[in-house]
């Protein structure tokens, strides 16, 4: 199990040491359709702002990943 775990985390690593702004982008990418959706009123999905906190964190922890590679 850990050497699956390992061997993604490798993998990951080293898609995104060239690819650095991707999460961040799409964090931010998320944020925007978050905010076009308020626009509609989809009940839960709208009132939690879902897609504007996955897209923060998505693009705070894409930022610090791209710090530390």
Do not use: C
Request: proline share 3%.
């Amino acid at each position: 199990m850990f050497l699956k775990l390992n061997h993604l985390l490798d993998v990951l690593s080293n898609y995104f040491a060239h690819r650095k702004g991707l999460l961040p982008m799409i964090g931010i990418g998320l944020v925007i359709i978050n905010f076009l959706i308020q626009f509609f009123p989809l009940g839960w999905f709208t009132e939690s702002n879902l897609l504007l906190h996955l897209g923060v964190v998505l693009a705070l922890f894409g930022f610090i990943l791209a710090w530390a590679l």
